[in-house]
């Protein structure tokens, strides 16, 4: 299920993603799990402290914490507020700069920038997420996705976990969950790992994490006839704490076949269609480094 399927079937509505009636969510759950998808659609833009953490050589690695601004057609600005690169600045549309991510690496004693592949190894060191992939709206369309196909397998089950106030705000607790299983693949000639995410439609973040025994810190690590494992969904279960209020999620915590967290999220001081302007996805911002 690609991109714009996603999209179409989270305007569409849940009845979309679980057609089965014996599969059928409660329906507070489901209610909830749509207003979400019809919220995600209607935001044009949004500013926010973005807390993730990612699967670090076999256990959660650190809260990584950002300074974030997204914006529709695809544009973004990421801004480090922690160690290691505190200050590290990232600009990137696929429509402007030939497709490239502009960096700014604030080295001492002046700041030197650098355009650089969305998908190559310098990008994509220390994250499983490339930039293309990232934002909360994508973070909604692909939790769906996931278990719109679950669904359709008969894999999927939905359950509503009660209210429960996270970050100062009243939220909905909903727990998806799918039934885990792998194949494997072997990497063929010039095949990339990126190949296989395309063709598997998987996400890059899910399928480096199954593979993590291999060792590849990012995707160009994988190299061919190497055997691949090749997660069915991107999950095994997804919690998820939806804002009362915006109906948009404030966590999400993504679990594996093994029960283990994997990946976080947390969307801190999350402001939706403000008002964002070019000049916030420019190097020529005067509050910018680049």
């Not at 650190?62 to 507020?81: G, I, S």
């Not at 691949?228 to 109906?247: C, F, H, N, S």
Request: glycine content about 6%.
């Amino acid at each position: 299920m690609n991109k714009k399927t996603l999209a179409a079937a989270a305007v569409a509505g849940l009845a979309a993603f679980w057609p089965s009636a014996a599969n059928a969510p409660a329906v507070g759950a489901r209610r909830t799990l749509d207003e979400m998808a019809h919220a995600a659609a209607a935001v044009r833009d949004y500013t926010m402290t973005l807390i993730t953490q990612e699967w670090d050589h076999g256990t959660l690695g650190p809260p990584q914490t950002l300074a974030t601004k997204w914006a529709r057609p695809f544009q973004v600005y990421y801004k480090r507020l922690c160690e290691p690169h505190k200050g590290r600045e990232v600009l990137f549309s696929p429509d402007w700069n030939e497709g490239r991510l502009k960096v700014s690496l604030h080295t001492w004693p002046v700041n030197v920038s650098v355009n650089i592949d969305p998908h190559g190894t310098l990008a994509m060191e220390g994250t499983h997420h490339p930039v293309d992939e990232t934002s909360m709206v994508y973070l909604v369309d692909a939790v769906l996705g996931n278990f719109a196909k679950a669904d359709q397998n008969g894999d999927a089950t939905v359950e509503d976990l009660g209210p429960e106030t996270i970050l100062g705000r009243p939220c909905d607790r909903i727990r998806l969950q799918a039934r885990w299983s792998t194949t494997t693949r072997v990497l063929g000639p010039k095949e990339t790992l990126w190949d296989v995410s395309r063709t598997a439609d998987i996400p890059m973040a899910p399928l480096l994490h199954a593979n993590a025994a291999m060792g590849w810190e990012t995707p160009s690590d994988a190299k061919p006839g190497q055997k691949v494992t090749i997660p069915r969904y991107y999950g095994a279960r997804v919690d998820l704490w939806i804002d009362q209020e915006m109906r948009l999620p404030l966590r999400a915590e993504i679990y594996d076949g093994n029960d283990a967290m994997f990946e976080r999220f947390e969307h801190r001081d999350l402001k939706v269609n403000v008002g964002l302007r070019p000049i916030d996805f420019s190097p020529t911002n005067p509050q910018y480094k680049f």
